[in-house]
């Protein structure tokens, strides 16, 4: 069994925490919170597991990692914070774990990764032995391995696109919603998420990664980018209101150009309610999906929509994210040391956890 810490038990860590508990070839050993008022409780009762798991939960980093892990899930978010995360990262490498995250964009792509990311990475593994994959639902498995799956049952491809389409008003990051996407803001608010180029740093790596797996050279990467504004005041659940008039719809495109033509396209469709933006595309059921799109012959489309915590989808994309993640603890832990990305690590099946309480 390898021993295995969750750190942050926010949307992601409750996921995480879950996931290591099913995998068979894991255990849980710890769990790392930043919170005081989670100090001393139970990890299944902060999964919402309905159960202990025997596993307190505590902020002394340096006493967890001391204790040796062989992978960290590192589960706090890196958005708002990338320095701290890539400090934390480093140090969980550096104990010698093997170190699994969705939370630092650059290095989804850690080939092309920019310097400042990549090479305290190479570092810390120089140092302790240990290794990293970084990758997610999207960025991540949404335009990386199910759209190069899935372009393997054509006969030709003409382009390739990967669609996220979501009702924000279910993703429960108000700072992200408001600030970083820009949700309620005035129309001329420059969120950072919708700043030139920085659609390319996070989207970019998926559509290299891609592009290498495909054997084709990109000329260029493009942004596109539309916003719309509420026509009328609305009510969240968890956020509150939004003003008519503030900006209530996203859509985006990062555009990998091959032969002059925009050939494999990240699409991004965001409302924080359904009224916004209605001509735009939409998910099958009004909340929110990922979608591929491969134009050829034949023409294929899949949607992939989970749920999870309660029918919500943005846990359910959380927990697939988490599910693509903690699935490959085992086989990192078998391989080499070293810096890994999405199209070194396999997608397995999942062995011995179908039943699986």
Same mark, same amino acid.
């Given at each position: ?28 050993? /710890? #769990? @790392?919170?930043?919170? *005081? &008022?989670? %100090?001393?409780?139970? $990890? ?8 202990? +798991? ?8 340096? /006493? #967890? @990692?001391?204790?040796? *892990? &062989?992978? %960290?899930?590192?589960? $706090? ?8 995360? +890539? ?14 995250? *969705? ?255």
């Amino acid at each position: 069994m390898i021993s295995t810490v969750v750190w942050g038990t926010g949307n992601v860590g409750r996921a995480a925490i879950r996931a290591v508990e099913a995998h068979p070839k894991l255990k849980l050993a /710890a #769990v @790392l919170v930043h919170d *005081p &008022g989670k %100090v001393g409780r139970d $990890a299944g009762d902060l999964a919402g597991l309905g159960h202990g +798991l025997g596993v307190a939960a505590s902020d002394d980093i340096d /006493a #967890v @990692l001391a204790s040796g *892990p &062989g992978a %960290v899930v590192y589960a $706090a978010t890196g958005d708002i914070r990338p320095d701290e995360a +890539l400090d934390d990262i480093g140090r969980a490498i550096r104990a010698g774990a093997v170190v699994v995250t *969705p939370a630092l964009y650059p290095l989804y792509d850690q080939r092309n990764a920019p310097p400042e990311f990549r090479e305290p990475m190479l570092a810390a593994i120089a140092d302790g032995g240990g290794s990293l994959f970084v990758s997610g639902v999207d960025p991540g498995w949404g335009n990386d391995v199910l759209p190069l799956l899935i372009s393997g049952l054509g006969t030709t491809v003409d382009a390739i696109r990967c669609q996220e389409i979501f009702d924000y008003s279910t993703y429960e990051q108000e700072e992200s919603v408001r600030y970083l996407v820009g949700m309620g803001q005035p129309m001329d608010y420059e969120p950072l998420m919708l700043a030139p180029s920085v659609p390319t740093m996070v989207w970019g790596g998926q559509i290299r990664l891609m592009a290498r797996a495909l054997g084709v050279e990109l000329d260029d990467i493009r942004e596109t980018l539309e916003r719309r504004p509420l026509t009328d005041t609305v009510s969240t659940r968890t956020m509150g209101e939004f003003a008519v008039g503030t900006q209530g719809a996203v859509r985006f495109e990062v555009r990998g150009i091959v032969g002059g033509e925009p050939r494999i396209v990240i699409e991004h469709v965001t409302r924080i309610h359904a009224s916004c933006a209605p001509d735009w595309p939409t998910p099958p059921d009004g909340d929110g999906a990922h979608r591929v799109i491969i134009e050829g012959r034949p023409r294929i489309e899949v949607t992939v929509a989970a749920t999870d915590e309660g029918e919500n989808r943005s846990a359910g994309g959380n927990a697939t994210a988490v599910g693509r993640l903690v699935g490959a603890v085992d086989w990192l832990v078998d391989a080499e040391p070293g810096l890994y990305d999405a199209l070194d690590v396999p997608l397995r099946p999942a062995v011995g956890r179908l039943g699986r309480k």
